[in-house]
């Protein structure tokens, strides 16, 4: 069964650093995002991703981040500058066919900022 | 602002017992509801969703029940099993301009004991 995968699975960074995560979607999906999950708190959207452009963002999702689908499978989303506040496990999801359609999960990235 | 949430953070259960998670929703305008599972340090895995114009779905062994009068939504899984066991959260797709971005509850942690 197709899956979303996501790499590295674990990243640990000094504050200030930049990152940059991982995801490659499920191969005929057209829509992509990223969430993050702070330990022991609720999934949060970051931002949504179609047609090789940004759908949606939240709040979270200020300058200091962006996403890119370099290459026709591979999407990323790069913190600039890390901060103690960014550590979280982040998802990637990709989703078929619309915006009223399953997403499906990724099994996140933990990244650590010290 | 408004915000999906769930009634009971944990709920534990026999092994062999129906289970049953609620959640609230506030926005009336929301017309995509998901249930996620969740287990310890994996992503959201699909369990079932439900659009706006049912009242009620049913998948293997799990039933979700819309109630739109009063913004309810609840997960019935049934014959839990130990596998059964993890965080369960909520998630709704406001509808109109927000796309495919998702609004999570904050989880409902379920315990089956053997």
């Known amino acids: 069964e197709p899956e979303v995968t996501q790499t590295p699975s674990h990243q640990v960074t000094q504050m200030g650093q930049e990152v940059i995560l991982r995801c490659v979607p499920i191969?005929?999906?057209?829509?992509f995002y990223w969430y993050r999950q702070i330990l022991g708190q609720k999934v949060e959207f970051l931002v949504s991703?179609?047609?090789?452009?940004?759908?949606?963002k939240s709040e979270i999702f200020d300058d200091q981040f962006s996403v890119e689908r370099p290459d026709g499978s591979n999407f990323t989303l790069k913190i600039r500058s890390t901060k103690l506040e960014d550590s979280a496990m982040y998802f990637c999801?990709?989703?078929?066919?619309?915006?009223?359609?399953?997403?499906?999960f990724g099994p996140g990235t933990r990244l650590l900022v010290l | 602002g408004e915000s999906v949430g769930l009634h009971l953070p944990t709920l534990s259960v026999q092994e062999g017992d129906n289970s049953i998670i609620n959640c609230a929703y506030s926005?009336?305008?929301?017309?995509?509801f998901i249930w996620y599972k969740q287990e310890s340090g994996k992503g959201p895995q699909f369990i079932i969703d439900?659009?706006?114009?049912?009242d009620k779905r049913q998948g293997q062994r799990v039933t979700v029940l819309l109630n739109k009068t009063v913004k309810h939504l609840s997960l019935q899984i049934a014959a839990t099993q130990p596998g059964d066991s993890a965080v369960y959260f909520c998630?709704?797709?406001?509808?109109?301009?927000?796309?495919?971005?998702?609004?999570f509850g904050q989880g409902t942690i379920l315990t089956v004991h053997p």
């Open positions: 999801a990709s989703q078929n066919r619309g915006f009223r359609e399953t997403q499906y």
């Open positions: 191969s005929n999906h057209l829509y």
């Open positions: 991703f179609y047609n090789n452009e940004i759908s949606e």
């Open positions: 926005n009336s305008a929301s017309d995509y």
């Open positions: 439900i659009r706006s114009n049912m």
């Open positions: 998630a709704e797709n406001p509808g109109g301009t927000s796309y495919g971005k998702l609004t």
